[in-house]
């Protein structure tokens, strides 16, 4: 099986970025709504295969996306509203994040039957 | 600043393993004893770099572990109490996982005054 919060990745080798990230207490409204936008447009986004989010109680989260390139990266990296909302990010919600590019070497799931 | 949930890494190259997991709504407390004592090891485990692990109230979660080399996750994945603790993941804890196992190529943080 596989949960909704799962992503329905490739073989391997594909691209992830993992960005990890602790909220400030400022304006959860606002966030939300980026938040919102920003996932819809990321799966818009050529190249996109899958995005697993968690935050916690503390505001402390990690989201991981998966792109099938380091092209379909910089594409989104250059996105108009992406860039807008990296600075809203920077300025008001992110008290601190840390991001990381990684090329995915091998993947497998569980349990199995 | 960093905060007590971000891990301390090097400059890349380094590697990540990937954990996003679905816990059943079964043995909360053995559970947690568990994953205590996994960090625990994990943490004292050769090639060890840093992890950042967080779950949601729904159970999702995400746990990155981050390591000097290959050889080193192979390590951590040889220990006896890794192993005895996977069977009992599978067993009970997960309804599902995904692991992913990549060569982080770029990395930053934020925000920067």
Same mark, same amino acid.
């Given at each position: ?7 329905? &990745?490739?073989? +391997?080798?594909? /691209? $992830? ?5 602790? @909220? &400030? +207490? *400022? =304006? *959860? ?7 919102? @936008?920003? $996932?819809?447009? &990321? @799966?818009?986004?050529? #190249?996109?295969?899958? %995005? ?5 109680? *503390? #505001?402390?989260? %990690? &989201?991981?996306?998966? /792109? =099938?390139?380091?092209?379909? %990266?910089? #594409? /989104? @990296? ?14 008001? /919600? ?9 090329? $995915?070497?091998?993947?497998? #799931?569980? +349990?199995?039957?």
């Amino acid at each position: 099986m596989s949960g909704s919060g799962f992503a329905a &990745t490739p073989r +391997p080798p594909y /691209w $992830v970025v993992v960005f990890t990230s602790q @909220r &400030t +207490p *400022d =304006d *959860d409204a606002g966030y939300a709504a980026a938040a919102a @936008r920003m $996932v819809e447009l &990321t @799966r818009q986004s050529p #190249g996109f295969l899958g %995005i697993e989010s968690v935050r916690g109680a *503390d #505001g402390l989260g %990690i &989201t991981v996306c998966y /792109w =099938d390139s380091e092209e379909a %990266i910089a #594409g /989104w @990296r250059a996105h108009v509203e992406h860039a807008e909302a990296r600075a809203q990010g920077k300025a008001r /919600w992110y008290a601190h994040y840390e991001l990381r590019v990684a090329k $995915v070497e091998r993947a497998y #799931g569980g +349990p199995h039957a």
